[in-house]
């Protein structure tokens, strides 16, 4: 019979599928033949790990069950494990010696939370590369700290604010080494005093001074700020553009993309293809979906103008959305302080937030958590428009989930008064109209969309464990941890109604003292959370906020006192008396 031209295609098919599987054959015959193979012994090898000392102080305290050596033909090294196993027969690996061969040397030694956790490790620039080096780093302290320095006022709770601050670099030196039960305890003690502190000032009232009649004065107008640095407008702008030029040059030639990085480019490509980002995502980042909808979706424009090829490479797509949302939080710093006392507090607080070298740490790992300082400083900028507040927050709670502990407090208007209910209507609107900016991703996918959201955020952050906080650290504390997280709840919806009079400087204390009681009980705390608190931080140290004005037209309350004894009507011995 004749043969179709479909016949005689699938019949070269297969011949090209033979050939194909006879060429796969053959090349793993050749990598087999040409892999390295051991010259050392199993027993050689457990008796060098042996000889570690870091090793043998960790085993000390966690008692091994059975040692397992394996040859990594790739790597032309040995993996040497040891392992732990529970009452119930559960394995656990307890450390993990990397021995080279044929030389016979150790070239890395994993212990506790090092074995799961690579980011543990304490490998050099593996967050952030070169913005890590000492020079680079001490030079962004001074810029942070000399230029907002008050000479006359050297010693004052505002200096000791900026260097408490700073302090999180001493916990950082200890990571950079890996040392993280050293680093993690390390830092909390700044963010207990800046949860104190930041609280202190939002609650503290000054009494105001007592009528002639004993009853309190009328209530003034809301304190203003204004820059006491040494520092002239054209140094602090000058020393700005520095820094700037320093933070863009090292994020484009000498920075790296973490996860969360990488997260938000694979989520921006599959909203783009229409595809929920929940739920999708490849093998190599599968934990990387647990962010807000609004987090991936910033990642869309630049994603199509740089596409993602499928791996986790250079991601030049991470650097120009990590960059941008510097940017805004720059310019917002900028536009918050000149709205407040000018071009001068508007130059010191871009610097603060620009110098600090934790939020370049943020940009140097292209991380996304300088979005959520964008939004909430630009929700700072519109505090007197109840619609831009709510849309403020609402959008930084759609990036990540921690500033929703604010929406009680930003539900109230800052000082003079709370103002009619229609003020509240337009900021619960300022909410709902970020939910509908948002949540149509999560309904890319219809009702599996929403489920897959809920289980892989905030099902994900609820079970989830890690070392790097002391609640990860010591499970025993848990019940602390527990209650620590019902009393900043109740705190939260105490703002409500309490402080009864909010200005500007009380929202901004407050909200700094939420955002850092929030993350005082992680369970996973990293140093890329300092930005999302480090508005609020800057803006209630770095001016010095004055008194409050008298409202105009209002009378001291000596004045007061003397017009009342004037109108009151004299007794006949007042009369009487010379």
Known sequence: PATTPRAAVEAVRAQLDAVAQDALALQRELDRSAAPTASLTQDDVIAIADG???????????????????????????????IAEDADGEETVEAVVLVSDPAGTIAEVRTGPQVAWSMARGYPG?????INRETIWIFLCVMFLVPLLAPRNV????????LVLLSFSISLIWFNRGEIFTSVPLAYPPLIY?????????????RRPARGDGEPAPARGAPRPRYAGWAPTWVLFTALSVVLALRYGLNAFDSNVIDVGYAGVIGGDRIANGITPYGTFPADCGSCDTYGPLTYMFYVPFEAAQPWVGEWDALPAAHGAATAFDVITVAGMIALGWSLAGMRLGAALGLAWAAFPFSGYALATNSNDSLIAAMLVWGLVAARYPAGRGLSLGLATAAKFGPAILIPLWSRHPFPRGGPPRRLLRYAGG?????????????????????????????????RDSPFSIWGQYPE???LQVAL?????????AMFRYPRELDLLRMTALSGALIVGVELTLTHWFYLYIPWFLPFALLAFVPEWGRPRAPAGARPPERDADARAERRPRSREEVLTP
């Open 52 to 82: 570690s000392g870091r090793l043998q102080d960790w085993i000390a305290d966690h008692p091994i069950a059975r040692t397992a050596a394996r040859f990594e033909t790739d790597e032309g090294r040995w993996t040497v494990s040891y």
């Open 126 to 130: 593996a967050f952030g590369r070169a």
């Open 477 to 479: 504390l848990r019940p």
């Open 155 to 162: 010693l004052s709770w505002r200096t000791l604010d900026l």
């Open 431 to 463: 909410l709902g109209a970020a939910v509908v900016l948002t949540g149509w991703v999560l309904l890319l996918d219809g009702d599996d969309g929403v489920r897959a959201f809920w289980s892989r955020t905030i099902g994900y952050q609820g079970g």
């Open 194 to 206: 800046l949860a104190v502190r930041l609280g202190w000032i939002g609650l503290h009232r000054r």
């Open 485 to 493: 997280m019902a009393g900043v709840a109740l705190a939260a919806l």
